[in-house]
């Protein structure tokens, strides 16, 4: 048994052990009550002490982070802010996978940037790799088709 489950079950048994000793100290008069209220005390504030390190954290980041959006808000982008620095750089060195890997990222999240198809047709003429062009001449092919179709869809729909 690993000491985390072992501190989660001794902590359930002084609950216990202090729920039913303030039930029982109820139930008596002020004075034999005492020792019963003081140890049932000390066996919740054990059970808080056993329970702490699981809690501590959570209990702190709950807490705190209202106070920190203040300064540091929270912002959730749907996608991450177009920049071609590091596929540039990655090209500039010859390292084609990353430099691929970082256009492919762009064109995920920017379908319709053209000069992402180019940069990386532009790479694969460089380092003489013919798949790799084909495929993105390929993939170019077929942006610039779909945004002809749209293009003359919203001229018919003008028209009419």
């Known amino acids: 048994m690993n000491w985390q489950k072992a501190r989660r079950i001794l902590a359930g048994l002084a609950l216990v052990a202090s729920v039913w000793m303030m039930s029982a100290a109820l139930k008596m008069d002020w004075l034999s009550a005492a020792f019963r209220v003081i140890g049932s005390m000390l066996l919740l504030v054990t059970t808080v002490l056993l329970l702490a390190p699981d809690t501590a954290f959570k209990l702190a980041e709950w807490i705190a982070k209202p106070f920190a959006e203040l300064f540091f808000p929270s912002d959730e982008f749907e996608k991450p802010p177009l920049s071609y620095k590091l596929a540039r750089r990655y090209s500039q060195e010859r390292k084609v ?58 001229q018919d729909e003008g028209e009419a």
Do not use: M, N, T, W
């Not at 790479?123 to 779909?146: K, M, S, Y």
């Open 97 to 154: 996978e990353a430099a691929v890997q970082e256009y492919e990222k762009i064109l995920f999240y920017y379908p319709e940037e053209r000069d992402a198809y180019l940069e990386v047709i532009e790479l694969a003429q460089r380092v003489r790799d013919e798949e790799l062009r084909d495929r993105f001449e390929g993939l170019l092919r077929e942006r610039d088709e779909a945004e002809a179709a749209k293009r003359s869809r919203s």
